[in-house]
């Protein structure tokens, strides 16, 4: 059964991103590198998004939320959502993930609203901001 993906404004993400049932997914690849991130996001890169699907969903166990972006939220972080939206439906994943979003406008569109970004350079950002 396909899930629905909605999208989530930044605003909104502000607000609830510390909910510790929310994961929030990068999905670009070097620019993480270069252009910081949201603090508390992990890092799934595109171009090696499929293969790391199950580590992605043993990253986000016991999440109910995963909030998907890249730069602009237009073409990588729809895809991956919606790639991830489906192998969990493929393996009937029993673990508890119930919405899979995306955010609107990506990690520019939170960068240049002014919004918390982080600089450190782990995969699996801990910074709180
Ligand atoms: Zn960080």
């Given at each position: 059964?396909?899930?629905?993906?909605r999208?989530?404004?930044?605003?909104?993400?502000l607000?609830?991103?510390?909910?510790?049932?929310?994961?929030?997914?990068d999905?670009?690849?070097?620019?993480?590198?270069?252009?910081?991130?949201?603090?508390?996001?992990?890092?799934?890169?595109?171009?090696?998004?499929?293969?790391?699907?199950?580590t992605?969903?043993?990253?986000?166990?016991?999440?109910?939320?995963?909030?998907?972006?890249?730069?602009?939220?237009?073409?990588?972080?729809?895809?991956?959502?919606?790639?991830?939206?489906?192998?969990?439906?493929?393996?009937?994943?029993?673990?508890?993930?119930?919405?899979?979003?995306?955010?609107?406008?990506?990690y520019?569109?939170?960068?240049?609203?002014?919004?918390?970004?982080?600089?450190?350079?782990?995969?699996?950002?801990?910074?709180?901001?």
């Amino acid at each position: 059964m396909a899930r629905s993906i909605r999208y989530i404004t930044g605003s909104q993400l502000l607000n609830v991103r510390r909910h510790p049932n929310i994961a929030i997914v990068d999905v670009r690849d070097d620019e993480r590198s270069y252009d910081g991130h949201i603090a508390g996001s992990l890092h799934f890169p595109s171009d090696t998004f499929l293969d790391n699907l199950p580590t992605l969903l043993e990253a986000t166990k016991g999440k109910d939320t995963l909030v998907f972006h890249c730069a602009l939220s237009q073409v990588r972080g729809p895809k991956c959502a919606r790639r991830f939206s489906d192998y969990v439906s493929e393996i009937n994943d029993e673990m508890g993930i119930k919405n899979v979003m995306i955010l609107e406008r990506g990690y520019n569109g939170w960068e240049a609203s002014g919004r918390p970004v982080c600089r450190c350079t782990n995969n699996a950002c801990k910074v709180e901001l």
